[in-house]
Nanobody
């Protein structure tokens, strides 16, 4: 199993970023995926999830600003982040919680 995130970077407050997570090594369409983030000194926070039935969920802190999508044909999950705030600064990970696999993370910095 491999999960590889990309798309992080530095952006000004109010800006947007789109994170991608490319998956391999498992039957992608059978699983939901999750995005977590961790800022220095903070606990890891669940940001958003998808389910195999297509439902999505979000942390209250990102509702209305972030949109998660899962593309089973491309074996990828995306996190569109709009109206970014400084408190969104963190290392963002995608994960298959069911199988217990995490990516290496991609840094998002909002100034």
């Amino acid at each position: 199993v491999q999960l590889v995130e990309s798309g992080g970077g530095s952006v000004q407050a109010g800006g947007s970023l789109r994170l991608s997570c490319a998956a391999s090594g498992f039957i992608f369409s059978s699983y939901g995926m999750s995005w977590f983030r961790q800022a220095p000194g903070n606990e890891c926070e669940l940001v958003s999830t998808t389910s195999s039935d297509g439902t999505t969920d979000y942390a209250d802190s990102v509702k209305g600003r972030f949109t998660v999508s899962q593309d089973n044909a491309r074996k990828a999950v995306y996190l569109q982040m709009n109206s970014l705030k400084s408190e969104d600064t963190a290392l963002y990970y995608c994960a298959n919680v069911g199988l217990g696999y995490w990516g290496q993370g991609t840094q998002v910095t909002v100034s």
